[in-house]
């Protein structure tokens, strides 16, 4: 088990000084009032709302710009923090088992409350009718959706490719590598363990700051959500938006709700902890802008920093959740408003088929419309062209598909630390207090 960290400075500035801050400094407040603000232009002065969208453009960048060189110290300190290289194996053979059980039960969940539900009965929409024009483009990049493609996507060109184009899972692939060789190096690699780790602290102080402009990206993303859709965009498709929230909710609070209560702790609390974080992913749309404060959460949990390192970029890219739960409700709910009789033959091949498009549907905004593009490419008597439906109300569904994900690769996170007993209870406990 973990020793508990010593407290920072702040905490122990905080823990001396009687006074608190204002409830208004607090960032999920500040972030919070942004999203009201937002949504109020947004239905008051859309085309004013959508001349909003680069302020949530801007801070996307700023966080994604961090991201590639944060995972890469994290992920070799990581791996060379656990000087054994066969528990290195054995934590990222846990991490993944988890990912793939917990995954296919959500797509298991969301093939349940489509066949009760049955959000697309009653639309009765002629195929033919469709603009297929407006999916031509998904459906382009869903061709290089297959398992041979997915596997050779993770090998990048060269080393600076990964970086350049901030591919989450070459990044974690180069990362891997070159921790397992700092590692086999032994004491002659300590000075580069060193200065990574020195590297990782100065990263962290820069994200730090830049999370002092949440609030505006949150914002600009809102207002152009809402001004460019608006409220009235949803109409017959409220349905489907409203089973697709309701059953992420409960999946969070039921299925993680129950892991979490096997490991001893309460989801409830784990979910006001992160606050800020769950309040920035529905504003931006993207798991993503969440990842460096979640790590830093998880390691203030208990959570060894190596662990965090290893099993949080991971989980970025294998452990999707409410990328699963979306994929099978929403090839459901196409096949139901185009009158498309699906056996059960047919659903179990969509099942299997999301299984692994689903990996390749990261936090990144569109990837889960692609891999679901792909995953209606196997069943023929599926009009893809039927995407088109739900193509207008993709980034109200994306906002609870990226906070699902999210949510679940923090609980991954805290469950395979304690199965490694990598997890120091008195600090989770205390912290979630």
Request: charge should be positive.
């Given at each position: 088990?973990?020793?508990?960290?010593?407290?920072?400075?702040?905490?122990?500035?905080?823990?001396?000084?009687?006074r608190?801050k204002?409830?208004?400094a607090s960032?999920?407040?500040q972030v919070?009032?942004?999203?009201v603000f937002?949504?109020?232009?947004?239905?008051?002065a859309?085309?004013r709302?959508?001349?909003?969208k680069?302020?949530?453009?801007?801070?996307?960048?700023?966080i994604?710009?961090?991201?590639?060189?944060?995972?890469?110290?994290?992920?070799?300190?990581?791996?060379a923090?656990?000087q054994?290289?066969?528990?290195?194996?054995?934590?990222g053979?846990?991490?993944l088992?988890?990912?793939e059980i917990?995954?296919?039960?959500?797509?298991v969940v969301?093939?349940?409350?489509g066949?009760?539900?049955?959000p697309?009965?009653?639309?009765n929409?002629?195929p033919a009718s469709?603009?297929?024009?407006?999916?031509?483009?998904?459906?382009?990049?869903?061709k290089?959706?297959?398992?041979t493609?997915?596997l050779?996507?993770?090998?990048?060109?060269?080393?600076?490719?990964?970086?350049a184009?901030?591919d989450?899972l070459q990044?974690?692939f180069v990362?891997?590598l070159?921790?397992?060789a700092?590692?086999s190096a032994g004491?002659r690699?300590?000075p580069?363990?060193a200065?990574?780790?020195?590297?990782?602290?100065v990263?962290?102080?820069?994200?730090?700051i830049l999370?002092?402009?949440?609030?505006?990206g949150?914002?600009?993303?809102?207002?152009?959500?809402?001004?460019?859709?608006?409220?009235a965009s949803l109409g017959?498709l409220?349905?489907?938006?409203?089973t697709?929230?309701v059953?992420s909710?409960l999946?969070?609070?039921?299925?993680?709700?129950?892991?979490?209560?096997?490991?001893?702790?309460?989801?409830v609390k784990?979910?006001?902890?992160?606050k800020?974080e769950?309040?920035?992913v529905?504003?931006?749309s993207?798991?993503e802008t969440a990842?460096?404060t979640?790590?830093?959460?998880?390691e203030k949990?208990?959570?060894?920093?190596s662990l965090v390192?290893?099993?949080?970029?991971?989980?970025?890219?294998?452990n999707?959740d409410?990328s699963s739960l979306?994929?099978?409700?929403?090839?459901?709910?196409?096949?139901?408003?185009t009158n498309t009789?699906?056996?059960?033959l047919q659903q179990?091949?969509?099942?299997?088929?999301?299984?692994?498009t689903?990996?390749?549907a990261?936090?990144?905004?569109g990837?889960?419309f692609?891999?679901?593009?792909?995953t209606?490419?196997v069943?023929p008597?599926i009009?893809?062209a039927?995407?088109?439906?739900?193509?207008?109300?993709?980034?109200?569904?994306?906002?609870?598909r990226?906070?699902?994900?999210?949510?679940g690769?923090?609980?991954?996170t805290?469950?395979?630390?304690?199965?490694?007993?990598e997890?120091?209870?008195?600090?989770?406990q205390r912290?979630l207090?």
């Amino acid at each position: 088990m973990s020793t508990p960290t010593a407290p920072s400075q702040s905490d122990a500035e905080s823990s001396a000084d009687p006074r608190r801050k204002p409830f208004y400094a607090s960032l999920w407040v500040q972030v919070l009032l942004a999203m009201v603000f937002a949504v109020a232009l947004g239905y008051l002065a859309p085309a004013r709302a959508v001349a909003m969208k680069p302020l949530g453009d801007a801070f996307i960048r700023l966080i994604t710009m961090i991201i590639t060189i944060l995972i890469f110290c994290t992920v070799v300190t990581g791996i060379a923090g656990m000087q054994d290289l066969k528990k290195v194996g054995r934590v990222g053979g846990k991490a993944l088992l988890y990912f793939e059980i917990v995954s296919t039960m959500a797509l298991v969940v969301g093939l349940i409350v489509g066949n009760v539900v049955r959000p697309g009965s009653g639309f009765n929409v002629n195929p033919a009718s469709l603009d297929a024009r407006a999916v031509a483009d998904y459906a382009g990049q869903a061709k290089a959706q297959s398992v041979t493609e997915f596997l050779m996507h993770i090998i990048p060109t060269t080393v600076t490719d990964a970086f350049a184009k901030g591919d989450i899972l070459q990044v974690v692939f180069v990362s891997i590598l070159f921790g397992f060789a700092v590692s086999s190096a032994g004491p002659r690699a300590k000075p580069i363990t060193a200065l990574l780790e020195s590297l990782t602290q100065v990263v962290f102080r820069v994200v730090n700051i830049l999370m002092r402009f949440a609030p505006i990206g949150a914002f600009g993303a809102m207002a152009f959500t809402i001004g460019k859709y608006g409220f009235a965009s949803l109409g017959p498709l409220v349905k489907l938006i409203a089973t697709f929230w309701v059953t992420s909710i409960l999946f969070v609070l039921i299925v993680l709700g129950a892991i979490a209560g096997a490991a001893g702790f309460s989801i409830v609390k784990f979910l006001l902890h992160i606050k800020e974080e769950i309040l920035l992913v529905l504003a931006t749309s993207s798991s993503e802008t969440a990842l460096p404060t979640l790590m830093e959460k998880l390691e203030k949990l208990g959570c060894s920093r190596s662990l965090v390192g290893l099993v949080v970029p991971t989980g970025y890219t294998f452990n999707t959740d409410g990328s699963s739960l979306y994929m099978t409700l929403a090839a459901l709910f196409v096949a139901q408003a185009t009158n498309t009789h699906l056996t059960l033959l047919q659903q179990l091949s969509i099942f299997s088929v999301a299984t692994l498009t689903s990996k390749g549907a990261s936090g990144v905004q569109g990837a889960s419309f692609i891999a679901l593009v792909a995953t209606l490419s196997v069943i023929p008597t599926i009009p893809v062209a039927g995407m088109a439906l739900i193509l207008g109300i993709d980034r109200f569904m994306s906002m609870f598909r990226a906070l699902v994900n999210m949510i679940g690769n923090g609980v991954a996170t805290l469950i395979v630390a304690r199965w490694e007993n990598e997890l120091d209870r008195a600090t989770l406990q205390r912290r979630l207090a």
